[in-house]
């Protein structure tokens, strides 16, 4: 994926369509919220997850992206020399590889069984972006490509481009307003978008349900947490929050049964 400056970046379309072959009782999407790894953060979760799917075998899987956290590009702390940033920047991709392979590795052992992958970029993938734009000399010294999400078989969308499979809509966030803040609840999404959404960004999970006039029942979820380390930045009581992700069954014009799959119950499941 190529970096390009603000001024070069492609309009976003409203929404992208992905039209797959289902079956007739509906898709299984497995939906992976935000992982935000890095290094010395545990990894297990990501092998015990790939082998919870290698026996359900979804059609479909979704990375809402923030997949790696990519600390050495946060604006949040003070920059060292151009040196030291540069081999926390590989320390960074190298752990973000790791861990996908992890995930990866598990699906890929099982015969005949070939997915459809589809990950959506968070905000945290964007800072690499943003790196470059705010210092074009780094322009083909780094980018999105580094990440290698194409070569682990992702199809990869932009940071905030919506995708919609199966009459529900996927993106890290779902930005709102002039400023394009994040729509930070279930019940807003509905109210907002109208259609069935699924966004990570936010810790925890949040569900509201809904119709649509010809009875069609609508289902937003907004869940940002399939990690195992807590986050400096919370306090104890935040960071106690529910981690873990979905599977949707019957998933059919926006409609589906949600199921949660919790890293506590990966571990008792695979963690021997």
Same mark, same amino acid.
């Given at each position: 994926?190529?970096?390009?400056?603000? !001024?070069?970046?492609?309009?976003?379309?409203?929404?992208?369509?992905?039209?797959?072959?289902? @079956? @007739? $009782?509906? #898709?299984?999407?497995?939906?992976?919220?935000?992982?935000?790894?890095?290094?010395?953060?545990?990894?297990?979760?990501?092998?015990?997850?790939?082998?919870?799917? &290698?026996?359900? +075998?979804?059609?479909?899987?979704?990375?809402?992206?923030?997949?790696?956290?990519?600390?050495?590009?946060?604006?949040?702390?003070?920059?060292?020399?151009?040196?030291?940033?540069?081999?926390? =920047?590989?320390?960074?991709?190298?752990? !973000?590889?790791? &861990?996908?392979?992890?995930?990866?590795?598990?699906?890929? +052992?099982?015969?005949?069984?070939?997915?459809?992958?589809?990950?959506?970029?968070?905000? $945290?993938? $964007?800072?690499?972006?943003?790196?470059?734009?705010?210092?074009?000399?780094?322009?083909?010294?780094?980018?999105?490509?580094?990440?290698?999400?194409?070569?682990?078989?992702?199809?990869? =969308?932009?940071?905030?481009?919506?995708?919609?499979?199966?009459?529900?809509?996927?993106?890290?966030?779902?930005?709102?307003?002039?400023?394009?803040?994040?729509?930070?609840?279930?019940?807003?999404?509905?109210?907002?978008?109208?259609?069935?959404?699924? &966004?990570?960004?936010?810790?925890?999970?949040?569900?509201?349900?809904?119709?649509?006039?010809?009875?069609?029942? #609508?289902?937003?979820?907004?869940?940002? !947490?399939?990690?195992?380390?807590?986050?400096? =930045?919370?306090?104890?009581?935040?960071?106690?929050?529910?981690?873990?992700?979905?599977?949707?069954?019957?998933? $059919?014009?926006?409609?589906?049964?949600?199921?949660?799959?919790?890293?506590?119950? #990966?571990?008792?499941?695979?963690?021997?």
């Amino acid at each position: 994926m190529t970096i390009k400056r603000s !001024s070069d970046t492609p309009f976003l379309k409203p929404i992208t369509k992905i039209r797959i072959a289902s @079956p @007739p $009782h509906g #898709l299984r999407i497995a939906v992976i919220p935000d992982v935000q790894n890095h290094p010395g953060t545990p990894t297990e979760h990501l092998r015990w997850c790939g082998q919870y799917l &290698a026996l359900k +075998k979804p059609d479909v899987i979704v990375q809402l992206g923030d997949f790696t956290d990519l600390p050495s590009l946060s604006t949040h702390d003070a920059k060292g020399s151009l040196q030291l940033e540069g081999a926390r =920047y590989q320390e960074d991709i190298s752990s !973000s590889k790791f &861990a996908m392979g992890r995930f990866i590795n598990e699906i890929l +052992k099982v015969p005949g069984w070939h997915p459809k992958l589809y990950l959506t970029l968070g905000n $945290h993938e $964007h800072r690499i972006i943003r790196t470059v734009e705010s210092d074009p000399k780094l322009e083909g010294v780094i980018g999105l490509s580094d990440l290698g999400y194409e070569d682990f078989g992702w199809k990869v =969308y932009p940071f905030l481009q919506p995708i919609v499979i199966g009459g529900v809509a996927f993106c890290h966030y779902f930005p709102s307003g002039v400023m394009g803040r994040p729509i930070t609840s279930a019940k807003a999404l509905l109210a907002k978008l109208h259609m069935s959404a699924i &966004a990570g960004h936010q810790q925890g999970r949040d569900i509201a349900f809904s119709r649509r006039a010809d009875g069609q029942d #609508l289902t937003a979820i907004v869940s940002g !947490s399939f990690y195992a380390h807590a986050e400096s =930045y919370l306090s104890p009581f935040t960071n106690n929050h529910w981690r873990g992700f979905f599977m949707l069954h019957e998933t $059919h014009d926006g409609s589906f049964n949600e199921m949660m799959v919790s890293i506590n119950y #990966l571990k008792r499941r695979f963690g021997k």
